[in-house]
């Protein structure tokens, strides 16, 4: 496996668990998701994804209970 890589499982909107795996190749951050999904992306991508998922999981309310 590679040396710098992480995994983590998430569960889904229907409560199955997904293993995220995610790794550097090649020079780029390649993220995987269960057996259906993989990206390749630049570091300054990931960077901007990263930014984005915080963004907009700290903005909900609406399905959380919270008012």
Known sequence: MF?????LYVADSAG?????EISEHMGFVSIVVG???RVDISPDDAFDVVDA???V????TSHTGEE
């Open 57 to 60: 999981a700290n903005e909900l």
């Open 3 to 7: 040396t710098n890589a992480k995994s």
């Open 16 to 20: 199955d668990q997904l293993l995220v």
């Open 35 to 37: 057996d259906k999904f």
């Open 53 to 55: 998922l915080v963004m």
